[in-house]
């Protein structure tokens, strides 16, 4: 570590999805001197989505083309992006923050935690295959594909009964399938309850996938009766739970219950010069336009804070 270069910086970023990219774009445009850091490929989790339909200014646009742009944008303006480098330290208490990776050591008075979260998955062995051609995990992007078809949700919080709540306006049927009793608050789940299309299958397994080219059937085990059945259905949007990316510094910032880092609208955490943009960010919408506007935001908050950092030490 002794040997390790200093390098002093302006804002560093953690994580290259749309949030970590937008503050990128942002903070190069205001002359600052701005690295993301990136433990893996540059995009985050809509790096391989097929057709973006509701982020403004594109009729339908990959995922990979969108984070393509903004990467260019980003660097346009000087911000430096490294993809594959793993952050071995975090300090975020002190003025100065230290990020220490495997070669550097950067100095920084800012950081924009962007790490946003990922998905649990569908603990089957079928859902690569039926990823996006039926297993789905995203009721606000995917769900008008099925319009009129049939549509289970997996789960029994809370984010799986809205989400049922949600596709029913898309659902000629809907099924709300959980392997035991629901944990959603009773107000939730009244309202399901009461739309007519909505079927509740509780204590109950999904065991098997089936289709062709996409999901047709699911096979369903009831736990109460151990009999085992197939049901036509068209998606599975499931929703069992989402693992925020925090180790990194779960021990500085303050979480929320789900595991999000609390910071309001101005992206602001319980740390001076450290903010939290996008998924990663305990809020109730999670999307593309989200985590961009975050992004905005703590780029923008971040300058104010570096240009009076500047000021108070002489810099
Ligand atoms: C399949 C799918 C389809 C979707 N479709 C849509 C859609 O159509 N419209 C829409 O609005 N939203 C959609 N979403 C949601 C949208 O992708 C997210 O809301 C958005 O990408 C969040 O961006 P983010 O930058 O906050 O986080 P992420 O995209 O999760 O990016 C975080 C980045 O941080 C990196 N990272 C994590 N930990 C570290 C670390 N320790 N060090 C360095 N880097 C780290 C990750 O590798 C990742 O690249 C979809 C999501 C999925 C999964």
């Known amino acids: 570590m002794d040997d390790k270069k200093i390098i002093q910086k302006d804002i560093v970023i953690v994580g290259a999805g749309i949030a970590g990219l937008t503050a990128a774009l942002y903070a190069g445009r205001m002359n600052l001197d ?16 097929t057709g973006i339909e509701n982020y403004p200014g594109f009729m339908s646009i990959k995922g990979s083309e969108l984070i393509d742009t903004v990467q260019k944008q980003a660097e346009k303006y000087g911000a430096v992006i490294d993809e594959f480098d793993t952050i071995e330290r975090l300090e975020l208490q002190n003025n100065f923050k230290l990020v220490e990776t495997a070669n550097y050591i950067y100095k920084t008075p800012v950081v924009i935690l962007a790490t946003g979260m990922n ?12 990823a996006n051609r039926g297993v789905h ?3 606000l992007c995917d769900g008008h594909m099925y319009q009129d ?28 399938i959980h ?41 369903i085990f009831d736990k109460q009766t151990e009999t085992a059945k ?18 990194l510094f779960k021990d500085q910032v303050k979480l929320s219950e789900r595991g999000h880092v609390l910071a309001d609208e101005s992206c602001r955490t319980n740390l001076d010069g450290v903010f939290a943009a996008g998924d990663i960010r305990e809020k109730e919408i999670h999307q593309l336009t989200t985590a961009a506007s975050d992004g905005t935001t703590a780029a923008l908050l971040a300058e104010k804070y570096i240009r009076q950092f500047k000021i108070n030490n002489n810099m």
């Open 34 to 49: 701005t690295l993301v850091l990136e433990d893996a490929l540059v995009g985050g989790q809509i790096a391989n989505a």
């Open 119 to 130: 998905r649990r998955k569908l603990p089957l062995a079928e859902e690569a295959k039926f």
């Open 137 to 139: 995990y995203c009721e």
């Open 149 to 176: 078809k049939i549509i289970a949700v997996m789960g029994g919080g809370n984010a799986a009964v809205d989400a049922a709540i949600f596709l029913t306006k898309y659902a000629s049927k809907l099924y709300l």
């Open 179 to 219: 392997r035991s009793k629901l944990r959603a608050d009773e107000v939730s789940q009244e309202r399901l309850k009461q739309i007519d299309k909505v079927e509740i299958l509780l204590e109950t397994e999904i065991t098997k996938l089936f289709g062709d080219t996409r999901l047709r059937q699911v096979e």
């Open 230 to 247: 197939r049901l036509d259905i068209d998606a599975i949007f499931v929703n069992i739970g989402v693992m925020p990316n925090t180790n």
